[in-house]
């Protein structure tokens, strides 16, 4: 089986600071996303990336940046940290296959807490 | 736009209720479904999924749901619940005209009383 590591699994930045979170997968699957899930709300996304080196935007995307420079690993930085910004952010990847679509594994997700 | 609704925000039952927890989507065409588990904490995890063939699809720790196009609808279901159960549960969606993008629900907070 495969896991995937999101880190850190706590983020604790300040306004307008620039906070970078990763994803690392082992599952050697080729489409990863990120998810944000705020309290009470479903998961929105934000970028996805199909292969290595690309990416696509979610209906989340403004206020982030995405880089998906190797296979296994997908980043995420949030562009500048907004004061009382509380939610979690959401790694995931799915295996190939078009009726694996609705099929995600997701990592344990990072808290992020802005001052 | 597709959307994915679900229409209860809390359901509490007893251990050993059955329990049915509701999701609509709307969208037209073709659609992949999901349902997803998240524990306290946690991340998602997979519970079935849906895409063609028989309507209702078996998931893991006796879970099941039901695709009914004419209803647009989703709906997980489970015979006797445990109390390990209690989580939220999120439905999910995606066209197959929108790639790999998939959609969620708010969720169904689901706490199960011994």
């Known amino acids: 089986g495969g896991i995937i590591t999101q880190t850190p699994k706590f983020l604790i930045g300040q306004e307008g600071q620039k906070l970078t979170l990763k994803c690392q997968q082992n599952?050697?699957?080729?489409?990863m996303y990120w998810y944000r899930q705020d309290s009470g709300k479903g998961l929105r996304l934000i970028y996805y990336s199909i292969t290595e080196n690309d990416l696509q935007k979610g209906d989340l995307s403004e206020g982030y940046d995405a880089s998906r420079e190797k296979k296994s690993s997908f980043s995420l930085t949030v562009t500048s940290a907004q004061k009382n910004e509380m939610a979690v952010f959401l790694c995931a990847s799915r295996p190939p296959g078009h009726t694996n679509t609705g099929q995600l594994y997701f990592g344990e997700g990072s808290k992020l807490t802005v001052l | 736009t597709q959307t994915v609704s679900q229409s209860d925000a809390h359901v509490t039952v007893f251990e050993g209720d059955s329990v049915e927890l509701r999701c609509n989507y709307s969208?037209?065409?073709?659609?992949?479904l999901s349902w997803y588990i998240q524990h306290h904490g946690r991340g998602l995890q997979f519970l079935l999924k849906y895409y063609s063939g028989n309507p209702v699809v078996q998931g893991v720790n006796g879970f099941e749901a039901e695709f009914s196009k004419s209803d647009s609808s989703f709906h997980l279901r489970k015979a006797s619940v445990h109390w390990s159960d209690s989580a939220v549960y999120f439905c999910?969606?995606?066209?197959?005209?929108?790639?790999?993008?998939?959609?969620f629900g708010q969720g169904t907070i689901l706490k199960v009383y011994l």
């Open positions: 999910a969606a995606a066209a197959t005209s929108s790639g790999q993008k998939l959609v």
């Open positions: 599952f050697n699957h080729d489409t």
């Open positions: 969208y037209g065409g073709s659609i992949y």
